[in-house]
């Protein structure tokens, strides 16, 4: 930045106009004012809402997460967190921080392109326990496939929290996911995907919402 030096007698400080008068060894010196950009535009503070809103969940479900955004992140050079926050931009709408709304049916935990599998949207919740029967065996036409884990998750907006079930191969005929007793009188969102040996996931597949007896 350009800036002029005097060494005249008399010597200011402060700001005059758009200019700033200040004594550096013991010489006057004259530089323009710079006023930064306001760091609290409502651009700002709304991609800053939506990192908190995204960055919580995706802690909330960050051993699924890690698991179902591997692949993307190697290949967009992002952690589980920006990985996350990437593939959900479309989940979360809203234009100002105060509006912010998630819709259950967008969320993806997961993102890829191995062969996707079927959730029969029928969940059984007895004891605490969620049973998701998967509804097609792609083993009988799709063999190569048949070792392909299968990962079923239950969000829960009320408390904010992810749960998954215990993943199985894609034979199995249904993944067990048990809830915490604070799901009851909640309505909850249930999704699935698939992680080929490879460490390669499918798509999310939203189940169905529906509330916890």
């Known amino acids: 930045m350009a800036k002029n030096i005097y060494s005249a007698q008399t010597m200011t400080q402060g700001k005059v106009g758009g ?3 200040k004594i550096v060894m013991g010489k006057q010196v004259v530089m ?3 006023i930064p950009a306001n760091p609290n535009t409502e651009a700002q503070q709304l991609y800053r809402a939506r990192l908190v809103v995204l960055g919580k ?3 909330r479900g960050r051993y699924a997460i890690r698991i179902g955004t591997k692949a993307y992140g190697k290949k967009t050079k992002k952690g589980m967190v920006g990985a996350f926050v ?9 234009t100002s921080a105060s509006n912010l709304q998630l819709s259950v ?3 993806k935990f997961s993102e890829g392109s191995n062969m996707p599998v079927e959730f029969d949207s029928n969940v059984a919740v007895t004891d605490s ?3 998701i029967r998967i509804g097609y065996n792609y083993a009988e036409d799709y063999p190569d496939t048949a070792q392909d884990k299968v990962y079923a998750l239950c969000y829960c907006p009320d408390h904010n929290m992810v749960v998954m079930g ?5 034979t199995a005929e249904r993944v067990n996911i048990h809830l915490p007793s604070i799901f009851s009188g909640s309505e909850c969102s249930f999704y699935g995907f698939t992680v080929a040996p490879d460490g390669t996931a499918s798509e999310t597949r939203f189940i169905k919402t529906m509330e916890i007896d």
């Open 19 to 21: 200019l700033v008068y």
């Open 32 to 34: 323009p004012l710079v």
């Open 57 to 59: 969940l995706a802690m």
């Open 86 to 94: 990437d593939l959900n931009q479309e989940a979360l709408t809203g």
């Open 105 to 107: 049916n967008k969320l």
């Open 129 to 131: 326990t969620a049973v």
């Open 166 to 170: 215990t993943p199985v191969v894609r």
